[in-house]
């Protein structure tokens, strides 16, 4: 049963930190009813599986009969077949999930043995445990004290009939004995039932606690995926509230940036949706700004296409072929001055960067001397797609704009340049950009769930990322009922 239950929990509980209510969120999760009926189908077939490969613990006891006792010792116990023709999940408005198992039944093997003050007999035999029950509800706490967790609220199991057939028995005397068999078996059902799911329930609370809400995303960031407030619950659907912060790796200092509300259009075609928030990008841009990821050289032995040296500026900037006669390597350092702003707009992402390049002559002695320097003004647009559960971003050049900053070659037209340097970004820049692009960023853990046909849609200040969803169940970790 709390294998159902984990799979139910898993899709409620993404990641679980504090649960204090804070500011607006940087992504938002909807988990649709959609949702939820995939993972009852999936949590009933793992049900059934896992029920089939069970081994319970013997019974042993007594019951009273007329002056003495009927001892007993069941053993050996073994489901053969589980049926569940009837389960529902739904959603309480404001409260949890309830999971309803209706009609069920199961077929056990067992080894039984009793003993009275007159007779005793062993041997093997059959129950058939039909028109069970169960009714659970799993909510979160209603108040922001402690850290966010899920509870088995109530839980009720009417057990049904217990048929009981003892192999190459009968006669008056056995079925006497089998309705002193059938109670200890039906007190059983009764009395382990809600425990046991209980137990699940918390088996899955710590389960959803350990996992690190903070994924890497690279060397340099990180990013904080845990709630920022209670999980919403509707009668549709389920919002949970994430902090969607990335930080640089190991300095969680606060973002210079404000999240802005935003909602998730009402939507039920797919089991998830993923929203990501402006917010969550520009927060982004100034982990990578702190870092220093935006900053970069190019030099003659790292340039792809073509020898970078004094001789291409010469002809447009005479004083630079004072230097030498014999051209010298030269060598562009570019340097990011301001934090990227990111802008989402419907069907637009885009960034714009302002900057710097200083272009160096790299002399005999290995020493270099500044020629110029330029200011950059840069508008760039990001495609995006998911790869290996992750959002991955492909970065294009729109413009770019180049302004004289300082000069140690005396005054020239930028302009004559832009062609050049243009170049350059395209050939060098770009790429280099790309490829740490190609890294992506990891999306919010759903423990042994792979997003399968995403689709991406860009509208005014999120992204969002409508995907159905796929449970892996063979690369789950084993646990124990």
């Known amino acids: ?28 999760v909807r988990i649709t009813q959609k949702g939820l009926e995939y993972a009852r189908e999936v949590g009933l077939e793992i049900l059934k599986q896992n029920m089939e490969k069970e081994h319970f613990p013997d019974l042993t006891g007594h019951e009273k009969f007329g002056l003495g006792n009927v001892k007993y010792n069941i053993s050996r116990i073994h489901v053969t077949a589980v049926e569940l023709p009837s389960a529902s999940i739904s959603l309480l408005s404001g409260s949890g999930i309830k999971l309803v198992i209706g009609n069920a039944s199961l077929t056990i093997d067992m080894n039984w043995n009793i003993r009275t003050w007159m007779f005793k007999d062993s041997g093997r035999g059959t129950v058939h445990i039909s028109k ?19 509870a088995l609220t109530s839980c009720q199991t009417t057990p049904g009939d217990v048929d009981i057939k003892l192999n190459g028995k009968t006669g008056f005397l056995y079925n006497f004995f089998i309705k002193y068999l059938k109670k200890p078996i039906h ?15 918390q088996l899955i609370d710590g389960d959803l606690r350990s996992p690190n809400a903070i994924r890497q995303i690279d060397d340099l960031a990180e990013v904080d995926y845990s709630l920022s407030g209670l999980p919403a619950v509707f009668q549709t659907f389920i919002d949970l509230d994430l902090k969607g912060i990335v930080f640089p790796a190991g300095n969680h200092t606060d973002s210079p940036y404000m999240a802005a509300s935003f909602t998730i259009p009402d939507q039920s075609d797919s089991m998830l949706y993923l929203a990501f928030s402006e917010y969550f990008f520009q927060s982004s841009s100034f982990a990578y700004y702190t870092t220093g990821a935006f900053n970069m050289t190019i ?7 073509f020898n970078i040296n004094t001789e291409i500026f010469s002809s447009i900037i005479p004083e630079v072929a004072k230097y030498s006669i014999t051209p010298y390597p030269v060598m562009l350092k570019l340097m990011s001055t301001e934090i990227p702003t990111i802008s989402l707009q419907q069907d637009s992402f885009t960034a714009e960067i302002q900057g710097s390049v200083e272009v160096l002559a790299i002399l005999p002695d290995s020493t270099t001397q500044s020629l110029f320097t330029l200011n950059i003004a840069a508008n760039t647009s990001i495609s995006l797609n998911i790869f290996d559960q992750k959002l991955m971003g492909l ?18 037209e930028v ?13 060098e820049v770009i790429p280099s950009a790309n490829a740490k692009l190609s890294k992506g960023f990891p999306l919010p853990s759903l423990a042994n769930v792979t997003l399968t046909r995403p689709h991406i849609t860009i509208v005014q200040g999120y992204v969002l990322i409508s995907t159905d969803a796929h449970y892996n169940h063979y690369r789950r970790r084993k646990t124990t009922c």
């Open 395 to 412: 970065l294009c050049l729109n413009r770019i704009q180049f302004s004289l900053a300082h000069s140690n070659v005396g005054s020239f």
């Open 299 to 305: 030099a003659e032995e790292t340039c792809s296409y």
């Open 415 to 427: 302009l004559l340049l832009e062609n050049i340097l243009s170049y350059i970004f395209q050939t």
């Open 132 to 150: 069970v029950f169960v009714t659970a509800i799993l909510s979160t706490p209603l108040d922001n004290a402690g850290p966010t967790s899920i």
């Open 187 to 201: 007190r059983s059902l009764v009395t382990n039932s809600c425990p046991n799911i209980r137990a699940g329930i």
């Open 1 to 28: 049963m709390r294998k159902m239950l984990k799979i139910c929990c898993s899709l409620l509980l993404l990641s679980l930190l504090s649960g204090l209510l804070s500011a607006n969120p940087g992504v938002k």
